[in-house]
Antibody, heavy 122, light 111 residues
Framework: QVQLQESGPGLVKPSQTLSLTCTVSGGSISSGSYYWSWIRQPAGKGLEWIGRIYTSGSTNYNPSLKSRVTISVDTSKNHFSLKLSSVTAADTAVYYC??????????????WGQGTLVTVSS | QSVLTQPPSVSGAPGQRVTISCTGSSSNIGAGYDVYWYQQLPGTAPKLLIYGNSNRPSGVPDRFSGSKSGTSASLAISGLQAEDEADYYCQSYDSSLSALVFGGGTKLTVL
Protein backbone atom coordinates (compact mmCIF):
# COMPACT_ATOMS: atom_id res chain seq x y z
CA GLN A 1 0.00 0.00 0.00
CA VAL A 2 1.52 3.26 -1.13
CA GLN A 3 1.59 6.06 1.42
CA LEU A 4 2.61 9.68 1.03
CA GLN A 5 3.58 12.05 3.84
CA GLU A 6 4.21 15.77 3.56
CA SER A 7 6.70 17.52 5.80
CA GLY A 8 8.09 21.02 6.16
CA PRO A 9 7.68 24.32 8.01
CA GLY A 10 4.14 25.30 8.89
CA LEU A 11 4.97 29.00 8.93
CA VAL A 12 6.78 30.96 6.24
CA LYS A 13 7.46 34.69 6.15
CA PRO A 14 6.25 36.80 3.22
CA SER A 15 8.71 37.04 0.31
CA GLN A 16 10.54 33.90 1.47
CA THR A 17 10.55 30.44 -0.12
CA LEU A 18 8.13 27.71 0.93
CA SER A 19 9.78 24.28 0.95
CA LEU A 20 7.95 20.99 1.40
CA THR A 21 8.92 17.35 1.01
CA CYS A 22 6.73 14.36 0.28
CA THR A 23 8.09 11.01 1.39
CA VAL A 24 6.74 7.97 -0.40
CA SER A 25 6.55 4.60 1.34
CA GLY A 26 5.27 1.24 0.19
CA GLY A 27 6.92 1.52 -3.20
CA SER A 28 9.83 3.05 -5.08
CA ILE A 29 9.32 6.55 -6.39
CA SER A 30 11.39 5.68 -9.46
CA SER A 31 9.48 2.58 -10.50
CA GLY A 32 6.39 2.57 -12.62
CA SER A 33 5.04 5.44 -14.69
CA TYR A 34 3.75 7.98 -12.23
CA TYR A 35 3.44 11.73 -12.02
CA TRP A 36 4.28 12.87 -8.50
CA SER A 37 2.27 15.99 -7.89
CA TRP A 38 1.56 18.89 -5.57
CA ILE A 39 -1.93 20.29 -5.05
CA ARG A 40 -3.05 22.97 -2.62
CA GLN A 41 -6.28 24.07 -1.00
CA PRO A 42 -6.80 27.42 0.75
CA ALA A 43 -9.07 27.23 3.75
CA GLY A 44 -12.68 26.86 2.72
CA LYS A 45 -11.79 26.88 -0.97
CA GLY A 46 -11.23 24.48 -3.82
CA LEU A 47 -8.25 22.50 -5.07
CA GLU A 48 -5.48 23.98 -7.20
CA TRP A 49 -2.95 21.87 -9.09
CA ILE A 50 0.58 23.23 -8.61
CA GLY A 51 2.68 20.92 -10.72
CA ARG A 52 4.12 17.46 -11.23
CA ILE A 53 7.31 15.56 -11.83
CA TYR A 54 7.40 12.41 -13.88
CA THR A 55 9.35 9.31 -12.94
CA SER A 56 11.93 10.34 -15.56
CA GLY A 57 12.40 13.72 -13.87
CA SER A 58 10.55 15.89 -16.38
CA THR A 59 8.29 18.54 -14.88
CA ASN A 60 5.11 20.44 -15.69
CA TYR A 61 3.82 23.40 -13.73
CA ASN A 62 0.58 25.32 -13.51
CA PRO A 63 1.21 28.39 -15.68
CA SER A 64 -0.28 30.59 -12.98
CA LEU A 65 2.55 29.58 -10.61
CA LYS A 66 5.26 28.52 -13.03
CA SER A 67 7.59 31.45 -12.43
CA ARG A 68 7.78 30.65 -8.71
CA VAL A 69 7.63 26.84 -8.57
CA THR A 70 10.27 24.14 -8.64
CA ILE A 71 9.52 20.46 -8.12
CA SER A 72 12.38 18.00 -7.78
CA VAL A 73 12.85 14.36 -6.88
CA ASP A 74 15.46 12.53 -4.79
CA THR A 75 15.23 8.86 -5.64
CA SER A 76 17.83 7.90 -3.01
CA LYS A 77 15.52 9.21 -0.30
CA ASN A 78 12.34 8.18 -2.09
CA HIS A 79 10.89 11.63 -1.85
CA PHE A 80 10.01 14.61 -3.99
CA SER A 81 9.97 18.26 -3.07
CA LEU A 82 8.22 21.54 -3.71
CA LYS A 83 9.75 24.99 -3.61
CA LEU A 84 7.54 28.05 -4.02
CA SER A 85 9.36 31.36 -3.98
CA SER A 86 8.30 34.91 -3.12
CA VAL A 87 5.30 33.77 -1.11
CA THR A 88 2.48 36.03 -0.01
CA ALA A 89 -0.56 35.54 2.20
CA ALA A 90 -2.38 34.22 -0.86
CA ASP A 91 -0.14 31.15 -0.73
CA THR A 92 -1.51 30.16 2.67
CA ALA A 93 -3.15 26.77 2.16
CA VAL A 94 -3.12 23.08 2.93
CA TYR A 95 -0.57 21.53 0.60
CA TYR A 96 -1.11 17.96 -0.58
CA CYS A 97 1.24 15.66 -2.39
CA UNK A 98 -0.35 13.01 -4.57
CA UNK A 99 0.50 10.25 -7.01
CA UNK A 100 -0.77 10.81 -10.52
CA UNK A 101 -1.65 7.76 -12.57
CA UNK A 102 -2.18 7.99 -16.31
CA UNK A 103 -0.49 10.15 -18.88
CA UNK A 104 -0.30 13.77 -19.97
CA UNK A 105 -3.79 15.29 -19.65
CA UNK A 106 -5.40 12.02 -18.68
CA UNK A 107 -4.21 11.93 -15.12
CA UNK A 108 -5.95 10.85 -11.96
CA UNK A 109 -4.68 11.15 -8.41
CA UNK A 110 -5.05 7.79 -6.74
CA UNK A 111 -2.97 8.27 -3.60
CA TRP A 112 -2.79 11.43 -1.51
CA GLY A 113 -0.85 12.59 1.51
CA GLN A 114 -2.79 13.81 4.53
CA GLY A 115 -1.92 17.41 3.74
CA THR A 116 0.08 20.00 5.62
CA LEU A 117 -1.01 23.52 6.47
CA VAL A 118 1.40 26.25 5.47
CA THR A 119 0.70 29.75 6.73
CA VAL A 120 2.43 32.77 5.25
CA SER A 121 2.75 35.45 7.89
CA SER A 122 5.36 37.69 9.45
CA GLN B 1 -13.30 31.47 -10.68
CA SER B 2 -12.82 27.82 -11.66
CA VAL B 3 -12.55 26.67 -15.26
CA LEU B 4 -14.90 23.82 -14.39
CA THR B 5 -18.20 24.98 -12.90
CA GLN B 6 -19.97 23.03 -10.17
CA PRO B 7 -23.01 23.98 -8.10
CA PRO B 8 -21.87 25.19 -4.65
CA SER B 9 -24.25 22.86 -2.87
CA VAL B 10 -26.75 20.04 -3.32
CA SER B 11 -28.81 18.15 -0.80
CA GLY B 12 -30.98 15.08 -0.51
CA ALA B 13 -32.65 12.83 1.99
CA PRO B 14 -31.30 9.40 2.89
CA GLY B 15 -32.10 6.88 0.19
CA GLN B 16 -32.59 9.51 -2.50
CA ARG B 17 -30.53 10.08 -5.63
CA VAL B 18 -28.61 13.28 -6.26
CA THR B 19 -26.52 14.48 -9.17
CA ILE B 20 -23.66 16.95 -9.24
CA SER B 21 -22.83 18.66 -12.52
CA CYS B 22 -19.46 19.79 -13.82
CA THR B 23 -19.60 22.19 -16.74
CA GLY B 24 -16.55 22.90 -18.83
CA SER B 25 -15.78 24.11 -22.33
CA SER B 26 -14.29 23.15 -25.67
CA SER B 27 -10.77 23.37 -24.28
CA ASN B 28 -11.27 20.81 -21.53
CA ILE B 29 -14.20 18.40 -21.22
CA GLY B 30 -15.43 19.24 -24.70
CA ALA B 31 -11.99 18.56 -26.15
CA GLY B 32 -12.28 14.95 -25.10
CA TYR B 33 -10.28 15.02 -21.89
CA ASP B 34 -11.45 12.63 -19.22
CA VAL B 35 -13.25 13.76 -16.08
CA TYR B 36 -12.38 12.51 -12.62
CA TRP B 37 -14.32 12.89 -9.39
CA TYR B 38 -13.08 13.12 -5.83
CA GLN B 39 -14.81 12.95 -2.47
CA GLN B 40 -13.39 15.01 0.39
CA LEU B 41 -14.71 14.24 3.84
CA PRO B 42 -14.28 17.01 6.43
CA GLY B 43 -10.67 17.42 7.50
CA THR B 44 -9.32 14.75 5.18
CA ALA B 45 -7.55 14.51 1.84
CA PRO B 46 -9.57 14.00 -1.33
CA LYS B 47 -10.29 10.43 -2.37
CA LEU B 48 -10.61 9.28 -5.98
CA LEU B 49 -14.21 8.31 -6.67
CA ILE B 50 -14.50 8.11 -10.46
CA TYR B 51 -11.85 7.96 -13.18
CA GLY B 52 -12.06 7.97 -16.95
CA ASN B 53 -15.51 9.64 -16.79
CA SER B 54 -17.37 6.62 -15.49
CA ASN B 55 -15.05 4.06 -13.90
CA ARG B 56 -14.94 3.28 -10.20
CA PRO B 57 -11.72 2.34 -8.42
CA SER B 58 -11.81 -0.84 -6.42
CA GLY B 59 -13.66 -0.32 -3.17
CA VAL B 60 -15.93 2.51 -4.31
CA PRO B 61 -19.59 1.48 -3.97
CA ASP B 62 -21.64 1.18 -7.14
CA ARG B 63 -23.98 3.79 -5.69
CA PHE B 64 -21.54 6.26 -7.23
CA SER B 65 -21.60 6.68 -11.00
CA GLY B 66 -20.20 9.14 -13.50
CA SER B 67 -21.11 10.24 -16.98
CA LYS B 68 -19.94 12.72 -19.57
CA SER B 69 -21.63 14.38 -22.52
CA GLY B 70 -20.37 17.23 -24.65
CA THR B 71 -18.79 19.89 -22.45
CA SER B 72 -20.27 18.58 -19.19
CA ALA B 73 -20.02 15.69 -16.79
CA SER B 74 -22.11 14.47 -13.89
CA LEU B 75 -21.66 12.49 -10.72
CA ALA B 76 -24.71 10.61 -9.48
CA ILE B 77 -25.08 9.22 -6.00
CA SER B 78 -27.98 6.86 -5.41
CA GLY B 79 -29.24 5.44 -2.13
CA LEU B 80 -27.88 8.47 -0.30
CA GLN B 81 -26.31 7.73 3.08
CA ALA B 82 -25.29 10.01 5.95
CA GLU B 83 -21.62 9.19 5.35
CA ASP B 84 -21.86 10.60 1.82
CA GLU B 85 -21.98 14.10 3.30
CA ALA B 86 -18.79 15.65 1.92
CA ASP B 87 -17.35 17.99 -0.68
CA TYR B 88 -17.10 16.66 -4.22
CA TYR B 89 -14.69 17.90 -6.89
CA CYS B 90 -14.44 17.23 -10.60
CA GLN B 91 -11.07 17.37 -12.39
CA SER B 92 -9.95 17.45 -16.00
CA TYR B 93 -7.27 18.99 -18.22
CA ASP B 94 -7.47 22.29 -20.03
CA SER B 95 -5.49 22.59 -23.26
CA SER B 96 -5.72 26.38 -23.38
CA LEU B 97 -4.23 26.68 -19.91
CA SER B 98 -1.96 23.65 -20.30
CA ALA B 99 -2.94 22.71 -16.78
CA LEU B 100 -4.85 20.15 -14.80
CA VAL B 101 -7.95 21.89 -13.49
CA PHE B 102 -10.47 21.29 -10.74
CA GLY B 103 -14.03 22.39 -10.31
CA GLY B 104 -14.86 24.71 -7.44
CA GLY B 105 -16.38 21.89 -5.44
CA THR B 106 -19.90 20.96 -4.36
CA LYS B 107 -20.97 20.47 -0.76
CA LEU B 108 -23.40 17.58 -0.40
CA THR B 109 -25.72 17.74 2.57
CA VAL B 110 -27.70 14.68 3.60
CA LEU B 111 -30.89 15.94 5.18
Amino acid sequence: QVQLQESGPGLVKPSQTLSLTCTVSGGSISSGSYYWSWIRQPAGKGLEWIGRIYTSGSTNYNPSLKSRVTISVDTSKNHFSLKLSSVTAADTAVYYCARGLGWSGYLRFDYWGQGTLVTVSS
Amino acid sequence: QSVLTQPPSVSGAPGQRVTISCTGSSSNIGAGYDVYWYQQLPGTAPKLLIYGNSNRPSGVPDRFSGSKSGTSASLAISGLQAEDEADYYCQSYDSSLSALVFGGGTKLTVL
